[in-house]
Structure formats: structure tokens, C-alpha cells
């Protein structure tokens, strides 16, 4: 006779516990309607309005097919932004951070959570932009070109999610969405993502090499053969640097707390 037991390995209870945190992570922030709608639907809208409904071809400018890439970057952007930093901040001042700490579970499985929401909320966004770009917009691109989209798109995540997670740690929650708006959206505008940069003022276009969502614009566009022509790696390794800054200050942030409370 075999006898079973039920007790898990420790890689796999490890396993179960980021599983488990992850899927609550999704089914809470699918309950919040402030942080869905605006995800989920403010890029779809955008788009449709500026990339579809407008008169196309402006000297054989691909206006649709450009926007995909922009509206898309966009909507990664926004969704990493406020999904770590409004989401980390309301809860440090919930005091759910010190719990979570005092807990048994493993540190990074919180913020394993979050990240692993974040990208399924941004594959969830950009389907449906694919599918409106596919349909109402009439975008033709071979599935090769759609595939390499989505991904690049897809590791937007990481770099905002980290400046997300610094802003959380240095602003305080009733404070964040504002620093993450007053940061975001100029910098977005600037960047080329609602209005292609080619069509913005040369002083803009200077500025725009310095601001991290214009690299990441340009690498989505890269996919599409709709970018400036400006060597990729650049791009990446401006993302890379911002993204290792960010965690940098997000660090700063997390042992700070950790002094105020157990100092």
C-alpha cells in the first residue's frame, strides 16, 4: 500500500505562494474601476479618435499603423506607471506594506504580483488596440510585425514599472497620481506618442531625447520601420539606465521605510 501526503515541496509551496499573490493582485485591481477604465479604454478611445476618425494621409503618412505603436506605448506606459506607483503608494499609507513585511511570504512576491499584473492588464490593452487597428483602422502588417510589436511593447512593463515603484516610495498616496500625471503627460506629448514627432516644434524634438517614453516610442515604431532612424541600441540603452536609477530610488525608498519603522 502507498501512502500519500500532501505535503509540498519547498519550491513548490514557494511557487504556489507567488501564484496565489498574483492572481488576487489581478482580481483586486479588476475591482477597481479608477484604475481598469482608464487602462483599458483611454488608449482604445484615443486612438480611435486621432488615429482613426482623422483625415489620413498627410504626404503618404501612415497615421493608423504610426499611432498603433504610439497609442500602444502609451497605454503600457500608463498601465505600468499607475499600477506600481498609485498601487504601492495608497498601500504604504494603508499600512498594508508593514504587514506584508512582518509576514512570513517572500518580499519580491509582492512585487512579483504587481509586475505580473501589470503585463497581463498591457497584453489584455494592446490586443484590443490590435484588434481595433486590424478592423477600424485598416492596419495590414505581416504576423511577424504584429508578434515583434507586442513584445517590444510588452517590456515597456519593467522600466515604468520601476519608476512607478520610486515615485510610490518617494511621494506619498494622496500625492502620487498627481506627481505621475504632472510627469507623465507632458512627457508623453513631448515624446511623439499622440502626435508623431515629426509634427512637433524642433525645440520639442530636441527635449524628447531626454525623456525616457520618447526611446521607448521609438523602439515600438522601430518594429514597424516608422522610426527615426536612430540606432536602436541607444534607445535600449537609455531605458536600461533609466531603469536602474529607478530602482535605484525605489531601493532608496524601501530601506527608508524600513528605518522609519523598525529603526
Same mark, same amino acid.
Given at each position: 500500500?502507498?501512502?500519500? /501526503?500532501?505535503?509540498? /515541496?519547498?519550491?513548490?509551496?514557494? &511557487? ?7 492572481? +488576487?493582485?489581478?482580481l ?13 479604454a483611454?488608449?482604445?478611445v484615443?486612438? !480611435? ?18 499611432m498603433?505603436? /504610439? +497609442?500602444?506605448? !502609451? ?6 506607471? !499607475? ?12 499600512g ?10 517572500p518580499?519580491?512576491?509582492?512585487? %512579483? %504580483?504587481?509586475?505580473?499584473?501589470i503585463?497581463?492588464f498591457?497584453?489584455?490593452?494592446? $490586443?484590443? @488596440?490590435? =484588434?481595433?487597428? %486590424? ?10 510585425? &504584429? ?21 510610490? +516610495?518617494?511621494?506619498?498616496?494622496? $500625492? ?8 507623465? @503627460?507632458?512627457?508623453?506629448?513631448g $515624446? ?16 524628447? =531625447?531626454?525623456?525616457? #517614453? ?16 536612430? #540606432? ?10 533609466? /531603469?536602474? =536609477? $529607478? @530602482?535605484?530610488? %525605489? &531601493?532608496?525608498?524601501?530601506?527608508r521605510?524600513?528605518?522609519?519603522? !523598525?529603526?
Amino acid at each position: 500500500m502507498i501512502l500519500q /501526503t500532501t505535503a509540498e /515541496t519547498p519550491s513548490r509551496s514557494l &511557487w504556489r505562494i507567488y501564484a496565489l499573490e498574483a492572481k +488576487y493582485e489581478f482580481l483586486k485591481q479588476m475591482r477597481l474601476p479608477a484604475y481598469v477604465v482608464p487602462s483599458l479604454a483611454f488608449p482604445l478611445v484615443f486612438y !480611435f479618435m486621432f488615429g482613426v476618425a482623422l483625415p489620413h494621409g498627410h504626404g503618404g503618412f501612415d497615421i493608423p499603423t504610426y499611432m498603433l505603436a /504610439t +497609442y500602444g506605448a !502609451f497605454g503600457v506606459m500608463n498601465v505600468s506607471l !499607475f499600477g506600481f506607483g498609485v498601487g504601492v503608494a495608497t498601500e504604504r499609507g494603508q499600512g498594508w506594506m508593514l504587514f506584508k513585511r512582518a509576514s512570513p511570504m517572500p518580499p519580491f512576491a509582492y512585487f %512579483a %504580483a504587481k509586475l505580473a499584473t501589470i503585463l497581463l492588464f498591457s497584453l489584455i490593452m494592446t $490586443s484590443a @488596440l490590435f =484588434l481595433l487597428g %486590424a478592423t477600424a483602422g485598416g492596419v495590414r502588417m505581416p504576423a511577424g510585425t &504584429w508578434l515583434s510589436l507586442l513584445g517590444t511593447l510588452a517590456l515597456g512593463t519593467i522600466p515604468f514599472a520601476a519608476f512607478g515603484l520610486a515615485v510610490a +516610495y518617494w511621494a506619498g498616496p494622496n $500625492s502620487a497620481v498627481a506627481v505621475l500625471n504632472i510627469l507623465a @503627460l507632458p512627457s508623453a506629448f513631448g $515624446s511623439g506618442m499622440w502626435i508623431p514627432i515629426q509634427m512637433l516644434p524642433p525645440v520639442i524634438k530636441k527635449i524628447a =531625447l531626454f525623456l525616457p #517614453p520618447y526611446h521607448y516610442a521609438q523602439l515600438a515604431l522601430h518594429t514597424l520601420g516608422m522610426d527615426r532612424r536612430e #540606432p536602436a541600441h541607444l534607445h535600449v540603452a537609455a531605458l536600461a539606465a533609466f /531603469t536602474v =536609477l $529607478s @530602482l535605484v530610488l %525605489a &531601493w532608496t525608498g524601501y530601506r527608508r521605510d524600513d528605518g522609519r519603522t !523598525f529603526g
